[in-house]
């Protein structure tokens, strides 16, 4: 449904205003690892999802921050405080994989088709502009995962 | 940190250009395609982290299937509601339809929750009442105090609304008849005293001195595309 070409033309316009306003980087870095059998993999989502009792995100500081998902959190335990009005919800509300894939990751470990599953996952609300003020809880997250022996990490829109 | 992503909008990847990318063609909020459809979302999650196993990058890869069709709102099977559904309240203000319509629709919230053995519900702590009853007081009365300490009245009325558009939803979504997105949105928005309520509540936010309500005047309640029809119809009254 995201072709632009397939939008109301405000809609499509409004999706392309945002492209001049995104960073461009210097760098590109490259990270190899091991195959995907031999991977611990994490996913750090902007959809706005926190268990139930969490602080909720909202604007300023509140939707900075991350939180953290444990890796046995269940579908039951995830909310979502997205500031954003305009994206689907009824996919999430119905079934928590549609954005925050945990079981067909856990079902690709257990086929062995990826290493493990790591023990936290993360999530952002992803409506701050410009996106450059995530970097210091980007970093943070980064050291945060490597202590968790992660190696590949599935970054996940909404 | 070697990453891989979903991409939704490939324009925004392009220029972003992240190491590995999976640009799919699904609607906003769903990265992963549909609900209930285990093996197309394996699949989507498969092609994402298949992209780590290449040799040089950035690379933004196309998936090529889209999102199979959604039975979102299948009436669950075994499952009966004991009541009819009646249409929305008519009598008294949209304060108390709303409240009406709330305590209308529980039969089929409870419903709801019971079939997906969840909610997602519980971002505000109140019950569903207190919850109607918080929004009803923003109609007819000056703000009531925030539910929790340390919210703004924006913040406060924002995580309110889409709390109760959630139950909304949810609750839609079971009864017979098989209700996708866009036609619960249709229905959320023009056929329900909440849709209504919103729309007021916007038409306040923007009236008001209270900075913390300026997003909900302008962008955080109502989404755009329901805005956009919106433009052609006078403010409610309340």
Known sequence: MVRLADLPGWERENLLKRVPTLPRFDGRPWVRGPALPRRRVAIVTTAGLHVRGDRPFGSGAAGMDYRIIPGDAVAGDLVMSHVSVNFDRSGFQADWNVAFPLDRLKELARDGIVGSVAAFHYSFMGAVSPVTNYEPKARELAGLLKQDRVDAVLLSPV | ?238
């Not at chain 2, 906003?28 to 092609?47: E, I, N």
């Not at chain 2, 559904?85 to 209308?104: D, K, W, Y």
């Not at chain 2, 306040?204 to 919106?230: F, G, I, T």
Request: aromatic share 8%.
């Open chain 2, 1 to 238: 940190m070697a990453t891989t992503q979903v991409s939704l909008v490939r324009e925004h990847t392009e220029a972003l250009a992240p190491p590995r990318a999976l640009w799919v063609p699904f609607m906003l909020g769903r990265p992963f395609g549909v609900p209930h459809d285990a093996a197309f979302q394996r699949d989507v999650l498969l092609a994402a982290l298949r992209l780590l196993e290449r040799d040089g990058g950035p690379v933004i890869e196309d998936y090529p299937h889209d999102a199979p069709h959604d039975d979102l709102g299948a009436e669950p099977e075994g499952l009966a509601c004991p009541v009819s559904f009646p249409g929305r309240p008519s009598q008294g203000t949209l304060a108390e339809q709303l409240v009406a319509e709330v305590a209308q629709l529980a039969v089929w919230h409870d419903l709801a929750a019971r079939h997906r053995g969840r909610t997602t519900l519980g971002v505000t702590g109140l019950e569903i009442d207190a919850l109607a009853g918080y929004l009803a007081s923003w109609l007819t009365e000056p703000p009531p105090a925030p539910f929790r300490t340390g919210l703004s009245n924006g913040a406060a009325l924002k995580l309110a609304c889409d709390e109760l558009k959630a139950y909304y939803y949810e609750a839609k979504s079971v009864q017979p008849g098989r209700h996708g997105s866009a036609a619960i949105q249709g229905w959320f928005w023009h056929d329900t005293a909440a849709g209504q309520a919103f729309v007021a509540l916007r038409e306040k936010a923007a009236c008001s001195a209270d900075p913390s309500l300026k997003p909900l005047a302008v962008q955080s309640l109502v989404p755009r595309a329901v805005e956009m029809n919106l433009k052609t119809v006078p403010p409610a009254s309340t």
